[in-house]
């Protein structure tokens, strides 16, 4: 699996412990360094089943500077994905990878979900 954070996210910080508690083996990744590319994204949106909207970090600085709020609804997906490629601080984190699911955000529920199904 692949588990894509920003380190100082604290909610990175409580995903990557509840991933160690679990003994789940993944591969980390870091968010702002190497930028989810629009062709990982797109594959990840498939397989989540998610809004593509999930995938934007609604709540980060970066998302209310650039006013994406008013602008995502008049975006192709293909543009949308072309703009999360562009900066890691735009994409929801963390972001759990696994062969036929991906996670975004850490809600513990959804994972101990997805941990049952898995293990």
Known sequence: MLFVEYPKCT???????????Q??????????????TA??????HQ????PLKRFFNTSGALYREMG???KLADMSEEEQ???LATDGML????????ENFVLTGFKEKEWEEKWKLYQ
Do not use: F, M
């Not at 990175?12 to 508690?21: H, I, N, T, V």
């Not at 003994?23 to 989810?36: D, Q, V």
């Not at 397989?47 to 998610?50: A, C, F, M, P």
């Open 91 to 98: 994409v929801k984190r963390p972001i759990l990878a696994g």
């Open 47 to 50: 397989k989540s089943g998610l």
């Open 39 to 44: 062709e990982e994204l797109r594959e990840w």
């Open 23 to 36: 003994g789940w083996e993944y591969t980390s990744r870091h968010i702002k360094e190497e930028n989810p």
């Open 11 to 21: 909610t990175c910080k409580k995903a990557r412990k509840w991933l160690d508690q």
């Open 68 to 70: 994406l709020k008013d």
């Open 81 to 83: 994905y072309a703009l």
